[in-house]
């Protein structure tokens, strides 16, 4: 008996084509909204093939962290331990933006992973970091060389989070160019330069509704919205699971409220800066401070907006992206204004690129919400711009 055309068209790299589908799946949709029927159908197999390359989701997600990690060791080994700074970034931009639509796995769902494998995971990156922080001291020894190196992979890894679309070679110019702009930042020349930024305060909780609001908030960002229940949010306000219903008829309905608050403090934060700011350059760095210091004192409430902004229904996610679109375009209009050698879709990637910096740098500084930490963070996101 004979194989049919679909046996014999089977492509040996099948295993290869359903990580990367899984991937780009996982990316855009999160690790809880992803189901093996979807991915599946992306490869164009049926779910009972794709089970006989992975028992489960876990361990195909897995599969798809580990690869695109193992792509940038790749890539750093191919440049050799002596390799200039510029060819480092170089070589760790090109994977980053032929996979980036699988690559945002990694900033947000890769939380989902269990003890073992994100510990495998952090030592794969502390190796990328490593070889960064290296050419990093060889061309610019100054203080902060590991924060500037994380800084510089955040600027790079920001392609994977949005969709603007730039010819390739092109999207690899500006991030390397941003990059090197991040590494170059002194940190110890930017005392002062956030200065005092007036942020507003999220309102106090004086009813029940706000109380859930703000005690569900923290759990989503520690644990994920997916894993978090009810009941868990009830404990905190001291209600019984039941009674959360008499202010939110569910669950996603705190989160888009969350989502919601996150998105009006943010646009508060942006008028108060430049209602101060007198010229271009000055307003472009009270921008950067506002939303480095929004970003730190708001950090729960910030990662929470979006890192669960994907999953939510799309009738629910749509204003919160028009308000999210609103931002940037702020922030287009200041960095043209200061660099009109750019497009509107450069400044964009740019724009994205300052926002990966706050993210790991945050990360890196562990949210410690100081004066120099913001002053910092703050001269690494104009470095990326600049």
């Not at 740019?350 to 790991?360: P, Q, S, T």
Request: proline letters at 5%; a positive charge.
């Amino acid at each position: 008996m004979t194989a049919g055309p679909a046996a014999a068209a089977r492509p040996r790299n099948r295993k290869q084509l359903i990580v990367e589908a899984a991937g780009q799946v996982f990316s855009e949709r999160g690790y809880h909204a992803a189901s093996m029927e979807e991915i599946a159908t992306a490869v164009g197999i049926s779910a009972p093939a794709l089970y006989r390359h992975f028992p489960n989701k876990y361990a195909l997600f897995a599969g798809c962290a580990d690869l695109m990690v193992d792509r940038l060791v790749a890539a750093l080994d191919t440049c050799g331990p002596e390799a200039a700074l510029t060819d480092v970034l170089t070589a760790l931009t090109r994977v980053t933006v032929a996979h980036r639509r699988s690559g945002g796995l990694y900033r947000w769902e890769a939380r989902y992973l269990d003890r073992a494998d994100r510990r495998l995971l952090r030592a794969k990156f502390g190796h990328v970091v490593d070889r960064v922080t290296t050419a990093v001291h060889r061309e610019h020894p100054r203080p902060a060389e590991r924060l500037r190196a994380v800084a510089a992979l955040g600027a790079i890894g920001s392609v994977t989070m949005h969709h603007t679309s730039i010819a390739q070679r092109r999207i690899e110019d500006l991030l390397v160019a941003s990059a090197r702009g991040v590494v170059a930042a002194d940190p110890a020349a930017a005392e002062g330069l956030a200065g005092p930024v007036d942020l507003p305060a999220p309102p106090v909780p004086r009813t029940r509704r706000a109380e859930i609001l703000a005690a569900a908030v923290p759990l989503f960002a520690r644990d994920g919205f997916a894993t978090v229940t009810n009941g868990q949010i009830a404990q905190a306000v001291g209600l019984a699971p039941s009674a959360i219903y008499r202010h939110y008829p569910g669950k996603v309905d705190i989160l888009v409220a969350a989502c919601l608050q996150a998105a009006g403090l943010l646009a508060q934060a942006v008028e108060r800066s430049l209602h101060r700011a007198t010229g271009p350059d000055a307003a472009l760095t009270a921008l950067t401070a506002a939303y480095v210091a929004y970003s730190f004192e708001h950090n729960a409430l910030t990662s929470v907006a979006e890192a669960e902004l994907a999953g939510l229904p799309a009738g629910l996610r749509r204003p919160l992206i028009l308000a999210q679109r609103e931002h940037i375009a702020v922030w287009e209009q200041q960095l043209r204004t200061v660099r009109p050698d750019l497009d509107a879709r450069q400044a964009r990637l740019l724009v994205h690129a300052g926002f990966g910096v706050v993210v790991e740098a945050g990360r890196a500084l562990r949210w410690q919400d100081t004066p120099g930490h913001r002053d910092t963070v703050t001269a690494l996101v104009i470095g990326a711009l600049l």
